[in-house]
């Protein structure tokens, strides 16, 4: 008799502790489904901000090639375009190092 209880009792661990190992697993495909959706924002926060850059790089390029009488505004322009940019890129940044 005390043999047939220990086995119900054994079945009863091994019963829960499957059922800890399903939920343990399935803790471990939610964790890595949400890394990857991270990653994809991530990504795609900073595929956001590539036109930004190139539109930089364009405007310093026509800073440069401008007269005298056209540098100050395009100077300003540029440098309200850096700020923002500089402020998108830190925001990124943020919520990277937040997660």
């Known amino acids: 008799m005390n043999t047939q209880v220990k086995t119900t009792k054994e ?5 829960l502790e499957s059922r800890i190992k399903s939920a343990e697993a399935k803790l471990e495909t939610v964790k890595l ?6 990653a994809i924002m991530e990504i ?3 595929a ?3 036109p930004k ?3 930089l790089r364009a405007k310093l390029e026509e800073m440069k090639a401008s007269g005298s009488d056209k540098r100050e505004q ?3 322009d540029l440098e309200k375009r850096i700020a923002e940019f500089e402020k998108s890129v830190s925001e990124v940044e ?3 190092k937040a997660s």
């Not at 079945?11 to 019963?15: A, E, L, N, P, S």
């Open 74 to 76: 395009a100077k300003a």
């Open 94 to 96: 943020s919520k990277r």
């Open 33 to 38: 489904k949400a890394e990857a959706a991270k």
């Open 44 to 46: 795609k926060a900073i």
């Open 11 to 15: 079945i009863v661990q091994d019963k």
């Open 48 to 50: 956001a901000l590539l």
């Open 53 to 55: 850059q190139q539109a």
